[in-house]
């Protein structure tokens, strides 16, 4: 079992005769992806490793079937990248481009919650991978395996990290959502999901300071997950007003900061690492008494 995807996906690449498109196609196809198509326009008919490549996600999803997109395009066409597969049907769109402009992205998502029929993972992350099944994005495939770990973060490379401090125990799916002040798919979503998968024994849930997504998320831990979750909270030592890395990143005076989001977790029975390493321990440590 896994969340959002699964062995069966038929994933297609937007922007897949890009440098970085084409570099991350050949990752997800050695991990076991089973990407049936690529999207760029005016290159329809040529083909990248032998996957056809389309003018339009339209075509794609019509010649083959497609149910899932990896974003690969430059951040001022991402807007209509998003769009476009919005409109052709596909179930989840997957953005992996950094630095897309805020109002774009509150408009394809709110394109696409109105379309009622696409979840959107990101903008700005690292996307998705269910071990030994599919991985949709640039997560490394070979650093962990398939278990009963699930895993939600902002952050790609600790994202990464954590798989790598886990990988003994293995994952049913780690889901990278993106660190930009909007993002489509949530640490909320990504929990009602791991808690209906019955084949995922615990949750890890790596935030960062900014905003209150995690607050928001203890609410739901609160009345809604009856799994183990532990979690990790980033940027105890970032200094208040400045923007550290992600765009939503950012302490404004007593919001925002990983001491208060560290207090909500808790508050509602979450075990907080001080560190990723501790994380994991106080993660094994409950999957032991499991």
């Known amino acids: 079992m896994a ?5 069966k996906s038929k994933v297609l690449v937007q922007g897949i ?19 049936v198509a690529g999207v760029t326009p005016g290159k329809g008919g040529q083909e990248v490793d032998g996957i056809p490549v389309f003018n339009s996600v339209g075509d794609a999803v019509a010649a083959t079937g497609a149910d899932v997109s990896v974003v690969f395009v430059p ?3 991402t807007k209509g990248a998003v769009i476009e597969a919005v409109d052709a049907g596909v179930p989840l769109v997957v953005v992996i481009t950094e630095g897309v402009p805020v109002a774009d992205t509150a408009e394809f998502f709110q394109y696409a919650q109105n379309a009622g029929t696409t979840r959107v993972i990101g903008p700005n992350c690292p996307g998705l991978i269910s071990p030994g099944k599919s991985n949709a994005g640039i997560i490394p495939g070979d650093i962990t395996k398939a278990g009963r770990i699930g895993l ?3 952050s790609g490379t600790l994202t990464y990290q954590m798989m790598y401090e886990l990988r003994d125990l293995g994952f049913s799916s780690a889901v990278g959502i993106g660190g930009d002040p909007i993002i489509g798919t949530t640490h909320i979503d ?15 849930m790596i935030g960062e300071i900014g905003g209150d997504a995690e607050e928001r998320a203890a609410a739901f831990i609160k009345d809604n997950v009856t799994k183990p979750v532990v979690g990790y909270v980033a940027g105890f030592t970032a200094p208040e007003g400045k923007t550290m890395g992600h765009a939503g ?22 075990r907080v690492g001080k560190t990723p390493s501790e994380t994991a321990r106080i993660l094994r ?3 032991e008494k499991l």
């Open 190 to 204: 990504a929990l009602r999901a791991f808690q209906d998968d019955p084949e995922t024994d615990a949750i890890v």
């Open 75 to 77: 951040p001022r066409f």
């Open 3 to 7: 969340i959002f995807i699964t062995e």
């Open 249 to 270: 990143a950012i302490v404004s005076g007593s919001s925002g900061t990983a001491q208060a989001k560290q207090e909500a977790l808790e508050a509602v029975g979450v």
């Open 152 to 154: 939600v973060s902002k």
């Open 285 to 287: 440590e409950i999957v």
């Open 17 to 35: 005769t890009g440098g970085e498109g084409t570099k991350h196609t050949r990752r997800m196809v050695e991990s076991g992806t089973n990407i």
